[in-house]
Structures are given as C-alpha cells and as structure tokens.
C-alpha cells in the first residue's frame, strides 16, 4: 500500500509540477511536446519504481523496466487522446474580434491600427473540461495499479 502511495505522489509530481507550460500547451498538437513530458513523467516513476521492483526484493530487473516502459507506453497514449479532448474543450470556450486601437493623445493613428483581442464567453461552462481531467487522472491511477500488481 505504501509503495502504490509513493507512486501516487511521484505521478502527481512528474504529471503535474515537472510538466512545462511549453509542454502542457502543446501535446495536444504536437508529438515532440507529448514525447517529452512522458519522458520526464517517466524517469520519475521509473526511479521511484525501481526501489518497489529492486532485486533485493526477489525481483529481477525485468519486473522493473516492463512496468516502466508499458506506464511510458500507457502514459503517452492516455495523454495523446485527453490532451486532444481538453483542448478542444477549452479552446472553444474563446471569442475572438477585432477592435480599433483608440487614438493616442497627440493625434489619431493613421492608417487605423487594429488589434486582435481574445475574450473567454460569458456562458463559459468549464465541467467538461474537468471532467477529463479527472478522467485522465483516473485512467493513470489504475494503469499504475494494474501495471504494479502485474509486474510486483
């Protein structure tokens, strides 16, 4: 039990405090960002693991690196279609318009400059968003303890 709460808090962390805003705003577009964060959310889960699978504990190195690489595998297919799904989720809960730069003290601007100003909707409803969220929360908490049940 104590060994599945290590990795909880390690998840949390690589998931979480170790994702980058580069990486967490772009998974969803672009594999290179996805690839990276599950690398580092890797490495960590992997050191914490290797003392749960260490070969003191009538375990071979084997245990450890599958439970490793099929969360690495699990990892980025999990976050590959929660990504995409949040995204769109939150994206679509932005306008866009243009608006006329108001003219400066000493005079009117010519040409007219124009900015584009993004505004989140007034009817903005974030319960879907969260909802995947915890989903993909959820997903990554089972496949850790189905994955540690099958590899320990």
Same mark, same amino acid.
């Given at each position: 039990?104590?060994?599945?709460?290590?990795?909880?808090?390690?998840?949390?962390?690589?998931? &979480?405090?170790?994702? =980058? $805003?580069?990486?967490?705003?772009?998974?969803? *577009?672009?594999?290179?960002?996805?690839?990276?964060?599950?690398?580092?959310?890797?490495?960590?889960?992997?050191?914490?693991?290797?003392? #749960?699978?260490?070969?003191?504990?009538?375990? =071979?190195?084997?245990?450890?690196?599958?439970?490793?690489?099929?969360?690495?595998?699990?990892?980025?297919?999990? %976050?590959?279609?929660?990504?995409?799904?949040?995204?769109?989720?939150?994206?679509?809960?932005?306008?866009?318009?243009?608006?006329?730069?108001?003219?400066?003290?000493?005079?009117?601007?010519?040409?007219?400059?124009?900015?584009?100003?993004?505004?989140? *909707?007034? %009817? &903005?409803?974030? $319960?879907?968003?969260?909802?995947?969220?915890?989903?993909?929360?959820?997903?990554?908490?089972? =496949?850790?303890? #189905?994955?540690?049940?099958?590899?320990?």
């Amino acid at each position: 039990m104590i060994n599945y709460i290590i990795l909880l808090t390690v998840h949390w962390f690589a998931d &979480f405090a170790l994702q =980058t $805003h580069w990486q967490a705003a772009n998974k969803s *577009k672009n594999n290179i960002a996805l690839t990276r964060h599950v690398l580092v959310y890797t490495a960590c889960i992997g050191a914490a693991s290797f003392v #749960i699978f260490a070969p003191w504990e009538n375990h =071979t190195g084997l245990n450890w690196l599958g439970f490793v690489w099929l969360n690495f595998v699990l990892h980025f297919i999990t %976050d590959n279609i929660t990504s995409r799904i949040t995204s769109r989720l939150f994206m679509g809960q932005f306008d866009t318009f243009q608006i006329v730069v108001a003219p400066s003290l000493y005079g009117p601007i010519y040409p007219p400059q124009t900015e584009t100003r993004i505004v989140m *909707k007034r %009817d &903005f409803n974030p $319960h879907y968003f969260f909802v995947v969220i915890g989903l993909d929360q959820l997903i990554h908490q089972v =496949t850790l303890a #189905i994955t540690m049940g099958i590899m320990t």
